[in-house]
């Protein structure tokens, strides 16, 4: 059983536009929830985080909105640039002292110039 | 560079090889990571260790065997593995209750 969930395995975004990535979770005990990003070849970054106390958090271009009652969290980058081209995974932890991350499957997004 | 440095980057191996998989971090953390991922799935926590000691086996299969000498340093034995075990293998470390940070992993190919 899937506990987080990217439902949309691919995106394509023009340059300078918004891209919307999201991310639903089914565990109600999730408090603490991450945006990684991966190129090929190489292994996932962080990229930023919310915690279930919060409904944004914005870092730059990257902001990640969490709605609770939706279980539902979303990445928006704006404006897209052509190095943003990546998977995006998904992540979620049970009490923010566990180190047991549960991913989502990822979302391969792709900057058109 | 990210601090998690892994070895090889590829392997090929048969269904009867005995081979390890090396990762090493440089960033002073003292919990490290054994990750699988496989074609369409998501990221599968295998093993944490904490100050070289184990506190999550993910219920993984035996014929993974992991080893933890110290903070720095991290092992992944492997040994009579099915072609189904072929997939990327990712290290990982971080501080206590810190974000990850991923080493590039290994390309696995069982035959």
């Known amino acids: 059983d899937q506990q987080v969930k990217q439902n949309s395995p691919s995106l394509s975004v023009q340059e300078g536009r918004i891209s919307i990535l999201n991310c639903d979770y089914t565990n109600s005990m999730f408090d603490y929830f991450l945006w990684y990003k991966k190129y090929p070849a190489e292994g996932p970054t962080f990229l930023i985080s919310i915690s279930s106390i919060k409904d944004k958090n914005e870092d730059g271009r990257f902001t990640v909105f969490l709605n609770k009652s939706a279980k539902h969290l979303s990445l928006h980058i704006v404006p897209s640039q052509p190095g943003d081209s990546a998977v995006y995974f998904c992540?979620?932890?049970?009490?923010?002292?566990?180190?047991?991350?549960?991913f989502g499957t990822g979302t391969r997004l792709t900057i058109i110039p | 560079e990210t601090g998690v440095t892994q070895t090889p980057r590829h392997l090929v191996m048969g269904m009867t090889n005995k081979k390890s998989l090396k990762c090493e971090q440089h960033l002073g953390h003292n919990a490290m990571y054994w990750y699988k991922q496989s074609a369409k799935k998501p990221l599968e926590l295998m093993f944490v260790y904490n100050f070289k000691e184990q506190t999550e086996n993910n219920s993984v299969p035996s014929r993974f065997s992991p080893e933890c000498p110290n903070s720095s340093h991290l092992f992944l034995h492997l040994h009579t593995l099915q072609p189904e075990d072929s997939a990327l293998y990712l290290c990982a470390s971080s501080l206590r209750l810190g974000k990850l940070f991923f080493g590039s992993g290994t390309q696995l190919s069982v035959l």
């Open positions: 992540a979620a932890r049970v009490n923010f002292g566990n180190e047991k991350l549960t």
